[in-house]
């Protein structure tokens, strides 16, 4: 659901004694994208923007969880979290650039997903 929730062990022995918390409350920036296989998804911005500086929202998913999410703007790594989900701003010139977000985790590689964005 895009919420970072809790695991610890409850003791601290490494014993059977596990302690869950569920985050049920907030509001994921960017709702991710189904997690049976690695997948980056752009929320914002659209096709079109009117102002050179916007805002991106963009998350990522996979069945074994999201390691960093990478945020490329004009062929140039412009973000990175190390989360599932990504809000930052973005100034990008007048004109066409490609806008690719990318989702990294441990084990299966990357995935990415780009869109052409029209700065006016």
Known sequence: DGRHDFIQDGD????SDL?????QNGTPTCAPPPSNVLQAK???PGATTSSTTFTVKASGNS???IKRLEL???????????NDQ???TLTLSVGTHQV???AVDQYIGIAKTTRSVNVQ
Not at 12 to 15: I, N, V, W
Not at 19 to 23: A, I
């Open 42 to 44: 752009l929320c914002t």
């Open 100 to 102: 690719t977000v990318v």
């Open 86 to 88: 990504l809000l930052t």
């Open 63 to 65: 069945p074994v969880g």
């Open 19 to 23: 302690e869950v918390g569920l985050n």
């Open 12 to 15: 601290g022995l490494g014993e």
């Open 72 to 82: 490329w703007g004009g062929g140039t790594k412009r973000a990175q979290t190390l």
